[in-house]
């Protein structure tokens, strides 16, 4: 067996949610009729072929776009354990012995408060190593777009991943950095901000998020979401019987109506439904299905909140059906897992 084949599909995830990226990476090799082996650590989750031959065939044929709990996708080699004295040489050796070559190169970390104390270390390590694979010839200025990711574990074990172009998050650590701005009336604002990012082009955001636009948010309060609305100049029914920050009723662009969201129905059709409601997936998809069928909106944003039944049971993902023209967004009341 060649050690130095990419063997292993490496995902880095959201601590917490390592089992499910794991159940669902061996649902997609169960359906590509891969044997592989699963395991995960904090951050990340991987399956490895039983019979160690690469898998880059199966990576490339899931497109990231369809997992849902990946924060980014990777061929990966067999986990390298470092003398630090010699951490590059032996780095480059792996790279050399597999072949590789790239034209950028990421070292990450898993979301942990172990992984970030790896920063430090990451950083004195970046320049040496890129001086390194350039007089290697590893890291090169054309390269089919191919990028060198080094997950750092700990001082003395390392995983070195490839991704390629249009099959991955182009986020360091898969990881979008938003800062929380000091005016909305709760930090649930970032997931509603976030979801644009992910779901709506930056270059369609002046007309499909134009100002006069009429949205509805359902479970509004305290109006983390409704600020984001409102930010972009839209008018906003404010839907939620729990009370709202008052500062934003004051923009004039808000309508409270303390009603139940899961009953209320819109005097016209919206352009814009945004839903952060905490109750059961099955209720709430119900709910958007309702929406969709009678066209009350042109497009909507909601939350899923965990925990979703995604369990593999006779060699099956079972997996929440969503309606077509919504975009979830998958976390547990406290917890974002993409």
Same mark, same amino acid.
């Given at each position: 067996?060649?050690? =130095?084949w990419?063997?292993?599909?490496l995902?880095?995830?959201?601590?917490?949610?390592?089992?499910?990226?794991?159940?669902?990476?061996?649902?997609?090799?169960?359906?590509?009729?891969?044997?592989v082996?699963?395991?995960? !650590?904090?951050g990340? /989750?991987?399956?490895m *072929?039983?019979?160690?031959? =690469? +898998?880059?065939e199966?990576? &490339?044929?899931?497109?990231?776009?369809?997992?849902?709990?990946a924060?980014?996708?990777?061929v /990966?080699?067999?986990?390298?354990?470092?003398?630090? $004295?010699?951490?590059?040489? /032996?780095i480059? /050796?792996?790279?050399?012995?597999? !072949?590789?070559?790239?034209?950028?190169?990421?070292?990450e970390?898993p979301d942990?408060n172990?992984?970030?104390?790896?920063v430090?270390?990451?950083?004195?390590?970046?320049?040496?190593?890129q001086s390194?694979?350039?007089k290697? !010839?590893?890291?090169?200025?054309?390269?089919?777009g191919?990028?060198?990711?080094?997950?750092?574990?700990?001082?003395?074990?390392v995983?070195l991943g490839?991704?390629?172009? !249009?099959? *991955?998050?182009?986020?360091?650590?898969?990881?979008?950095?938003?800062r929380?701005?000091?005016?909305?009336?709760?930090?649930?604002t970032?997931?509603?901000? $976030?979801?644009?990012?992910e779901?709506?082009?930056?270059?369609?955001?002046?007309? &499909?998020?134009? $100002?006069?636009?009429?949205?509805?948010?359902?479970?509004a309060?305290?109006?983390?979401?409704?600020?984001?609305?409102v930010? *972009?100049?839209?008018?906003?029914?404010?839907?939620?019987?729990?009370?709202?920050?008052?500062?934003?009723?004051?923009?004039?662009?808000?309508e409270?109506?303390?009603?139940?969201?899961?009953?209320?129905?819109p005097?016209?059709?919206l352009?814009?439904?945004?839903?952060?409601?905490?109750?059961?997936?099955?209720?709430?998809?119900?709910?958007?299905?309702?929406?969709l069928?009678?066209r009350?909106?042109?497009?909507? +944003?909601?939350?899923?909140?965990?925990?979703? =039944?995604i369990?593999?049971?006779?060699?099956e993902?079972?997996?929440?059906a969503?309606?077509s023209? +919504?975009?979830?967004?998958f976390?547990?009341? =406290?917890?974002?897992?993409?």
């Amino acid at each position: 067996m060649n050690t =130095t084949w990419p063997a292993t599909w490496l995902v880095y995830c959201r601590e917490g949610f390592e089992r499910d990226a794991q159940a669902e990476l061996e649902h997609h090799a169960l359906e590509h009729g891969v044997h592989v082996k699963g395991e995960s !650590g904090s951050g990340w /989750a991987s399956v490895m *072929r039983i019979n160690g031959e =690469t +898998i880059n065939e199966l990576q &490339r044929h899931v497109p990231f776009s369809r997992l849902i709990f990946a924060r980014q996708s990777l061929v /990966a080699l067999p986990p390298l354990f470092l003398d630090r $004295e010699n951490r590059l040489g /032996a780095i480059a /050796a792996q790279i050399r012995e597999a !072949g590789w070559s790239f034209e950028s190169i990421w070292h990450e970390t898993p979301d942990t408060n172990e992984g970030k104390s790896l920063v430090r270390l990451a950083k004195a390590l970046t320049r040496p190593l890129q001086s390194m694979l350039k007089k290697h !010839g590893a890291l090169r200025r054309k390269a089919g777009g191919r990028r060198l990711h080094l997950l750092w574990l700990s001082g003395e074990q390392v995983r070195l991943g490839m991704s390629f172009a !249009g099959n *991955r998050c182009e986020l360091v650590g898969g990881i979008r950095r938003l800062r929380f701005p000091s005016r909305a009336p709760s930090r649930s604002t970032l997931k509603l901000e $976030e979801a644009w990012h992910e779901f709506v082009p930056r270059d369609e955001w002046d007309t &499909r998020l134009e $100002e006069g636009m009429q949205a509805a948010d359902l479970g509004a309060a305290p109006g983390g979401w409704t600020w984001q609305l409102v930010q *972009r100049g839209m008018h906003v029914y404010a839907i939620d019987n729990g009370p709202m920050d008052s500062t934003l009723m004051a923009s004039g662009q808000v309508e409270h109506l303390a009603e139940d969201g899961f009953v209320w129905q819109p005097p016209c059709r919206l352009d814009w439904l945004v839903c952060d409601i905490v109750d059961k997936p099955s209720r709430v998809i119900a709910m958007m299905t309702r929406w969709l069928v009678h066209r009350w909106c042109r497009e909507a +944003i909601f939350n899923l909140k965990l925990p979703v =039944t995604i369990q593999v049971a006779s060699g099956e993902t079972r997996q929440p059906a969503v309606p077509s023209g +919504i975009v979830p967004s998958f976390d547990s009341p =406290t917890q974002q897992a993409t």
